[in-house]
């Protein structure tokens, strides 16, 4: 969820909408984005838990996901929530998006899609393509690719020096939108 900006679209849109996060922070703050006026009559379920084991909901019953993880531990959201995967560097930060795939692919239904927007890092001076690893969490979990979309990250440290580069070649200056069907 972090500040709700997926359940907001989810109520404009008239969608029934489940959102979950680790950080009762981001439940707060989500309640209190969520709380306009607008002509719609969708039902809004906000769950402080782990993307990891999504128990509460059966198999097969959701019609789209759209989740945006952190990107291993680059933006810390939490100073030590239990299950917090912003806390986790590269290597156990994939070992918990692969249970997210997984749960993701159980409570979907079948030919729906699930669309997840990642980036990737860099580590003394080499990249991570941890965009495709994430990606590859989905795939084996039994995920297809329907689409991958290239996004100009805006809030990125580097966006603004590659953009004064006057050249169409953008390092880290972009993350992903990758579309899964199961
Ligand atoms: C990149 S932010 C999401 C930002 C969101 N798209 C928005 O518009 O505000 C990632 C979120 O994942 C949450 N998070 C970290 N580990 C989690 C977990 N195991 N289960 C659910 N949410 C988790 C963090 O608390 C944070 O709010």
Known sequence: MGSGTT????????????????????????????QFQCETNSKICIRNGNATDLNFIKDSRIDFICTHP???????????IEGDISLF??????NEMKKV??????????G??????????????????????????????GFTNKEIIIKEQHNC???????????NFLLIA???IFVFQK
């Open 101 to 110: 795939a997984n749960e993701s692919y159980r409570v979907l239904k079948k």
């Open 70 to 80: 952190p990107y291993a531990n680059i933006i810390k959201y939490s100073k030590g």
């Open 174 to 176: 972009h993350e992903y």
């Open 89 to 94: 560097d590269v290597e156990e930060f994939l």
């Open 112 to 141: 729906k899609m699930c669309a997840v927007m990642i980036g990737d890092v860099r580590r003394n001076g080499k990249v991570i393509p941890l965009g495709f690893r994430v990606m590859e969490c989905f795939l084996q979990a």
């Open 7 to 34: 359940l907001v679209e989810a109520k404009l849109l008239n969608r029934h909408v489940v959102g979950v996060d680790i950080n009762p922070q981001s439940v707060s703050i989500s309640e209190t984005n969520l």
């Open 157 to 167: 440290r580097s966006t603004a020096y590659w953009e004064k580069q006057n050249n």
